[in-house]
């Protein structure tokens, strides 16, 4: 069924707000709605586990940035944070199921390191990609879905 991602997005928002009132977020959307075939319950954790590393793997007061957009056939959305960063060795490793960077730090915040695995997957299932971006001081995830229909429903 079609969903509007950007009321998604503002709704994965304002749970992180109540949740993480320490990180400004700021959120940057094109116009509304911006329907495509989607699970809700499903992105909204990608979303969720996206936003939830923005604040836990960055320090105190770090802000956060998520932005939805569109590129032809795909709906995008982007999720930046002012952390740390994540080292290049480690970047394609970080989605892989329970792998953590720091896994001391990481295990104090709680983590069990399969929200990244667990997104990549989800997101896939939607015919979507994760991917990384990552430099001392910026990560970015970005999010890709693509508005295409499958053969079998679009063509029969
Ligand atoms: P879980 O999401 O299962 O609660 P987790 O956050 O540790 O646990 P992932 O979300 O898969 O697991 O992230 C894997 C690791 O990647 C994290 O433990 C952390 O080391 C690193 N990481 C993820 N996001 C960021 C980020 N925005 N900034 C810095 N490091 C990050
Ligand atoms: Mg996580």
Request: neutral net charge; glycine residues 8%; charged residues 25%.
């Amino acid at each position: 069924e079609d969903a509007d991602l950007v009321e998604l997005v503002r709704q994965a928002a304002d749970a992180f707000r109540a949740a993480h009132s320490d990180h400004p977020l700021t959120v940057t959307c094109g116009p509304s709605p911006l329907r495509l075939r989607l699970d809700p319950v499903r992105v909204r954790q990608v979303l969720d586990n996206l936003l939830t590393n923005a604040a836990v793997h960055t320090p105190t007061g770090t802000p956060v940035s998520v932005e939805v957009s569109r590129s032809g056939d795909t709906a995008l959305v982007r999720v930046t944070d002012a952390g740390p960063g994540i080292p290049a060795a480690d970047q394609e490793r970080v989605f892989d199921r329970f792998y953590r960077v720091d896994k001391a730090r990481s295990r104090d915040r709680g983590g069990s390191g399969l929200g990244l695995a667990v997104a990549r997957s989800l997101v896939a299932a939607h015919g979507g990609s994760v991917e990384l971006s990552s430099e001392p001081g910026r990560t970015a995830i970005t999010v890709a879905v693509p508005f295409g229909r499958v053969a079998a429903d679009a063509s029969r």
